[in-house]
């Protein structure tokens, strides 16, 4: 092989320095809580054209394809694949270690890159296959990404094939513009098939970076915690592991926050512990200051998290989750914060 082109090598470190920071960008930020129908289909644009793991693995099938005919036939596998996974463990509630799943997505963007290495083959049934397979890991990660919005169960189908129908636009839109970019870039680089293996060697170097990242990332995450929250000898809060009794009855609570001496929704509460929430529950005396920053706190965020009084606990504070608890003595916010953003974060790496 010739040595790549200045251009060409600019682009291969940028792909390679760019894998691991975006690593975890698979991500979907909020809460899909008060969210409608029709606003989880630009919710699945956004998903796509900020997913790099699917616009790379795009970018290889387009790549290997060569043709608009072949790759609008590949990327319907592809499309197959992700929309039965994304529909069928949305609705059924799967829940799957989501680094797990972005691990072996980056690892199919070192498939289809090294497919291209290899260059074009002259039977596409079995790469045909492979990206039907792919297409439908990359659907399990869709799937546990949407989960962690906490989709009310009213209206779950219509909103999860809303969500698929914006992944499947925004996919569209990135299909055109890559093949577009590729045909004319092809039609102007004097060695476009050695420019070509340049591209696909970024994408393979970008692919197994990203995969150890995660790797790497997801072995530190697990590595054990303190009982007691904070860094001060004195912390007032202590956190232990509990599994509480979820509810299969009630459905979504009304609203996130209830006032001193409203009644809390137990039922609701249960259950929505077993969708990822934060249950918080706060002494019915908390002073009128505390009452405010927890309920500036619980209104003002976009996770889910749910807060009310009760009338029998000691604590100031008590954090519950489907895994663990964390009980204050003092009103402590600061502690509070850290314990809900822990669990989401543990909640959006699969670990629950």
Known sequence: MKPTGPGAMRATCLLVLLAPATAHG??????????????????????????????????GIVLLAGSPLRSAKLISLFVAGHSTTLIVATVADWRISATLVDVCIAL?????????????????????????????????????????????????????????????LGQLAAVLVMFALVTLLASRAPDWPRVRRTISGALAAAGLIAAGVLTATSLADDSPRADRVGDAEDASCVQRDARPQLS??????????????????????????????VIVSYRADLPAADVAALRSWITGSDVAIGAGPSVEQTEALRLRTARRELSCERFDEAQARAFADAWFADVRAGRF
């Open 248 to 277: 299969g009855a009630g459905g979504h609570p009304a609203r996130k926050f209830f006032e001193p001496g409203e009644r809390v929704p137990q039922e609701d509460f249960g259950h929505v512990l077993g969708d990822g929430w």
């Open 108 to 168: 199919s963007v070192v498939f289809i890159a090294r497919l291209g290495l290899r260059g074009r083959p002259k039977d596409f049934f079995w790469p045909g296959a492979a990206i039907l397979g792919f297409g439908l890991i990359h659907g399990l990660g869709l799937a546990t990404r949407l989960l962690d919005l906490g989709i009310p169960d009213d209206g779950l189908v219509a909103k999860t094939i809303a969500f698929n129908a914006g992944v499947e």
């Open 26 to 59: 698979h991500g979907i930020g909020g809460s899909a809580t008060d969210k409608s129908t029709l606003e989880f289909v630009p919710l699945g644009i956004e998903h796509m054209l900020l997913g790099w793991d699917h616009l790379l693995f795009i970018l």
